[in-house]
């Protein structure tokens, strides 16, 4: 069992940053894939970045050079570097934790954090 508990969020200027956190509980932590994933009011959950077990990383296009992904694998966490944010990066920020193991997947997410752009 993994509890994954975000933090970071906030209201921000446009072109500001934040940096969220997922910090989780329980081992083989470095073994999961891990992914944010956003949803804002009315549209449908979307997958911002990813970085697996290996650290290779993956991002969605209307993020690319903007948000960095990161884990720190003896701190079980995984942080999303979020940099010149626009109001359409507004929503609510989740992190997922994934793993297939022995034929099982498991699939854990946070309560997520409220990431708003305004002015």
């Known amino acids: 069992q993994v509890q994954l508990v975000e933090s970071g969020g906030g209201l921000v200027q446009p072109g500001g940053s934040l940096r969220l956190s997922c910090a989780a509980s329980?081992?083989?932590?470095?073994?999961?894939?891990m992914g944010w994933y956003r949803q804002a009011p009315g549209k449908q959950r979307e997958l911002v970045a990813s970085?697996?077990?290996?650290?290779?990383?993956n991002y969605a296009d209307s993020v690319k050079g903007r948000f960095t992904i990161s884990r720190d694998n003896a701190k079980n966490t995984v942080y999303l570097q979020t940099n010149s944010l626009k109001p359409e990066d507004t929503a609510v920020y989740s992190c997922?934790?994934?793993?297939?193991?022995?034929?099982?997947?498991?699939?854990?997410w946070g309560q997520g954090t409220q990431v708003t752009v305004s002015s």
């Open positions: 329980g081992s083989m932590f470095s073994t999961y894939y």
């Open positions: 970085i697996t077990s290996g650290g290779s990383t």
């Open positions: 997922n934790a994934r793993r297939v193991y022995s034929g099982s997947i498991y699939n854990y």
